[in-house]
């Protein structure tokens, strides 16, 4: 395992948001563990040194990932791809917002007395 980091300049932001993600889902992970050993009253260094252990583990098994070339070119091709990207502006994405709710309520209301219409008619020929 090589502590050199992979194209060092390159997905400089997916590479760290990544590993700060998993390193995040880790310690929560590592958190439980804790709860769960302190729960079965154990001695207080295995208490803390198991999962302090674990998550040293996975932390290095994290950057290691981050930093494989196959994974690291990837990410580094999907910070790019995201660089390209035309994003919509805030007016844009609030008028396309307020339209899909106003259909959704319409379609909600139409599907609504549809059905109400149609519980009606069955009422009326079943009885």
Known sequence: MSLEIYKKGQ????????GLMLAAVCGLGCMQLYNKLEAKDY???????????????LSALIFWLVNKPNIADFMIAAEGELKKVSWSSRQEITTSTIIVIVVVIL??????????GFSLLFDQLIS
């Open 43 to 57: 001695n207080m260094w295995v208490e803390t040194l198991i999962p302090a252990i674990v998550f040293l583990g």
């Open 11 to 18: 997905g400089k932001h997916t590479r760290l948001w990544t």
């Open 107 to 116: 379609m909600a209301a139409l599907l609504g007395a549809t059905d109400l």
